[in-house]
């Protein structure tokens, strides 16, 4: 059965610290990656994707997967109190059949 | 107005009830999606549809159905409710010509609970 891991939290950092949030998966055939946030009561956004090796970076985020090692990981620099929320990881070819995650859930103390 | 608009938003019913959650869009977007979240797992893919004519069974299709009454409207249906069926859902929509984004638009989600 094909699955994306995650550690389910909640991960505490101080305001301004780097949060790091990782996810595994076990299909080698996904392509596609994904990283959702989702406030408490809310639906999920897209935030980051990435498809190659190596890293992505877009404002505060930087999404980095390593294929070889079936790993994607989310870093949040300078991470904020409005940063608190659930990461959903999401792989697969394409929109079509995402899995996803179980999420983490950060938390971002002042 | 959002762009992807579920109701009902609450439902509480009975075992044995049918339930139907409707789901329409403004976005223009030919794909639509029924996902299941509970609480300590991710989303759950239920159903999904390319367009009008094209409905697919996601992983956890039993116990639900499906139609796709337009492009734009999309609806979930529990023929007989079952406590476990207990849960959030959320419609959600993308467009073809942009899947490999994967960008899923997700509309408010509608909480369903079956005593």
């Known amino acids: 059965q094909k699955e994306v891991e995650q550690n389910s939290g909640p991960l505490s950092v101080p305001e301004g610290a780097i949060a790091s949030l990782n996810c595994t998966y076990s299909d080698r055939g996904s392509q596609s990656f994904f990283w959702y946030r989702q406030y408490s009561g809310k639906s999920p956004e897209l935030i980051m994707s990435i498809y190659s090796n190596g890293d992505k970076e877009d404002g505060r985020f930087t999404a980095q997967l390593n294929k070889a090692s079936q790993y994607v990981s989310l870093l949040i620099r300078d991470s904020q109190p409005s940063d608190s929320a659930t990461y959903l990881c999401a792989g697969g070819y394409n929109t079509d059949k995402l899995i996803f995650g179980t999420g983490t859930r950060l938390q971002v103390f002042p | 107005d959002a762009d992807v608009t579920q109701t009902p938003r609450n439902r509480i019913t009975k075992t044995g009830k049918r339930i139907m959650l409707e789901c329409s869009q403004t976005k223009g977007h030919d794909r639509m999606y029924w996902y299941r979240q509970d609480p300590g797992l991710g989303l759950q893919l239920i159903y999904y549809s390319f367009d009008v004519k094209d409905i697919n069974k996601g992983e956890i299709s039993d116990g639900y159905s499906v139609s796709r009454q337009a492009q734009a409207k999309f609806s979930l249906s529990l023929e007989s409710a079952i406590p476990n069926q207990t849960a959030l859902y959320f419609c959600?929509?993308?467009?073809?010509?942009?899947?490999?984004?994967?960008?899923?638009?997700f509309g408010e989600g509608s909480r369903l609970t079956v005593l």
């Open positions: 959600a929509t993308s467009d073809s010509l942009n899947s490999d984004t994967g960008e899923l638009f």
